[in-house]
């Protein structure tokens, strides 16, 4: 059993179906029992980029429907989430002065960073912060953080 932390990019593979769609639901497919979280902002992200692939013809408006559906029963039944807090939110100023990030990867990469932290203070397992993003990623790891890319996994 791993831990494992998912960006709103490696998330939305298990709603849409691309490059890396099918490792991503074999990890999180509850019979895999891997502890699952993502950020609160999550949910803002992957609706997002639902609806953009909607308007530019790649899913049709029920298929939006059904996938959001889908993800928020997953958040109620399934994952963990980090919320965003005072604390989270100064973690990621410093993260956006430190490296060059986008707001909400800044809010991401601060969240996997908090909840490894308590991992350590608990002495449990490694949390493997995924996203389809090298950038982040390469970012993630300078940070301290064990990482892999669901595109990587075809």
């Known amino acids: 059993m791993s831990l494992y932390f998912l960006d709103s990019s490696a998330l939305a593979k298990r709603y849409v179906t691309e490059t890396g769609s099918a490792w991503v639901r074999a990890l999180t497919d509850s019979a895999a029992r ?3 979280i993502i950020a609160r902002i999550t949910w803002v992200e992957v ?9 530019e013809g790649s ?14 029963y997953d958040i109620d039944m399934q994952y963990q989430v980090a919320e965003l807090d005072r604390t989270l939110a100064e973690v990621a100023g410093e993260l956006v002065a430190r490296h060059p990030l986008r707001a909400y990867d800044a809010v991401q990469l601060a969240s996997a ?14 949390l493997i912060f995924l996203s389809a993003d090298d950038r982040l990623l390469a970012i993630a790891q300078a940070e301290g953080l064990l990482t892999d890319n669901p595109n990587h996994h075809p």
């Open 113 to 126: 960073l908090q909840v490894q932290a308590d991992l350590v203070r608990a002495e449990a397992p490694t």
């Open 34 to 36: 891997n502890p699952l």
């Open 59 to 72: 899913l049709t408006p029920g298929e939006v429907t059904q996938a959001t559906q889908t993800f928020r």
């Open 47 to 55: 609706c997002s980029a639902l609806a953009r692939r909607q308007r």
